[in-house]
């Protein structure tokens, strides 16, 4: 699925790093970053990969999708 709306999204104490949570399968032209859940370098919006939660969360179908990210000191 191309696009779709961000639904959750959180920045880096630093605010260096953004991540993301929406209906995706594919981020910036990536489709390394995970099905839903992908982080970015601010402001560059570079791609930050692998994310190890990739390995483990997996939106993969059209009616799901990551609504809520939240971060903290610790990581998000």
């Not at 959180?10 to 399968?25: E, H, N, Q, T, Y």
């Not at 483990?56 to 999708?65: E, H, P, S, T």
Request: cysteine-free; glycine content about 18%.
């Amino acid at each position: 699925m191309p696009g779709g709306a961000v639904f959750g999204i959180a920045a880096s104490p630093d605010a260096s790093k953004i991540v993301l949570g929406r209906s995706f399968v594919a981020l910036n032209g990536s489709s390394r970053p995970g099905y839903g859940l992908g982080m970015v370098d601010a402001p560059s919006g570079r791609i930050n990969q692998p994310l190890g939660a990739n390995n483990l969360i997996r939106n993969g179908d059209v009616d799901a999708a990551i609504l809520s990210v939240k971060g903290d000191i610790e990581g998000f």
